[in-house]
């Protein structure tokens, strides 16, 4: 995508009124948004097309595109009460709308701003109010997200072992042979859960199955081309090979979280540094 005069367009589009355009554009981005987090803009092509929406008032793209602007914000921007009120919006957008989808994401939103401002037990009531819908509506679409971050609630509320089960639920549901995700989203969803698996494993104490995770998740997130999720990836690998003393490769992890350069998040970038740091000399 040639950013510069795509996003150039979209601005002169919103501009001049073409507001279904808009809408029908940034729709498309959906999925691909993933793959390039650390672009700069997502919030304001999300916070341009939810304008739209709304003049539109149109309210299956309102509730869309605000869902989609409260991730850009909490992800790009580190605006998470922001995103908090996105995700409200969007759920009322999305009951006006009558979507289940919509509403489990507004759901899975909100929780995942609020593991963001650390507020865990909004994490785990949020997200398993969209596990329940999800249930109870028959519509899984969201409920791999929605479990992790159940998963990873229970995990900070001390309940490593109920997390591992949780996430064990998540790679049982990608397994099956009619689950409804698919490709490249049942990729992401899967990686992402193999990570919160080695995180359970962490918290347990259990760094050898920790390490196992965090490395095949960081090859699944290459091949998918998740470059900020491998980093991240990376990075917990190399904590755990600390953790089993095996410096020397926990040394190689951590290089590669530096090579990723500006595809890694500045801050996963700094702690790698860190500990490259802390490491006994070669």
Request: aromatic share 8%.
């Amino acid at each position: 995508m040639r950013s510069p005069s795509w996003l150039a367009a979209l601005r002169a589009a919103a501009h001049r009124g073409e507001h279904a355009q808009v809408v029908r554009t940034v729709h498309a981005m959906e999925w691909f948004c993933d793959l390039w987090v650390h672009w700069g803009h997502w919030p304001e092509v999300f916070g341009l097309a939810a304008e739209s929406a709304a003049v539109l008032d149109d309210p299956y793209m309102r509730a869309f595109h605000l869902n989609c602007h409260s991730w850009a914000l909490s992800l790009c921007e580190q605006r998470h009460h922001e995103a908090v009120e996105r995700a409200a919006e969007g759920l009322e957008h999305a009951r006006r709308a009558q979507d289940v989808h919509q509403q489990a994401s507004a759901l899975m939103h909100a929780a995942s701003a609020y593991g963001h401002l650390g507020d865990v037990r909004a994490v785990a009531e949020k997200s398993l109010a969209a596990i329940h819908l999800s249930e109870e509506t028959g519509y899984y679409e969201v409920w791999p997200q929605a479990a992790r971050l159940y998963g990873n609630a229970l995990r900070l509320l001390g309940r490593a072992e109920d997390a591992l089960a949780e996430h064990g639920r998540i790679i049982a549901f990608l397994d099956a042979p009619d689950c409804p995700v698919t490709g490249h989203v049942a990729a992401i969803f899967r990686t992402h859960t193999i990570q919160a698996l080695g995180h359970d494993c962490a918290a347990l104490g259990r760094w050898r199955e920790a390490a196992d995770h965090f490395r095949d998740a960081q090859v699944q997130s290459s091949g998918i081309g998740i470059s900020h999720k491998e980093a991240e990836q990376l990075l917990h690998l190399g904590e755990a090979l600390i953790e089993l003393g095996e410096t020397e490769e926990a040394r190689y992890c951590l290089h590669q979280v530096l090579a990723l350069g500006d595809a890694a998040d500045d801050k996963h970038l700094k702690t790698a540094q860190e500990l490259l740091d802390a490491l006994p000399a070669e």
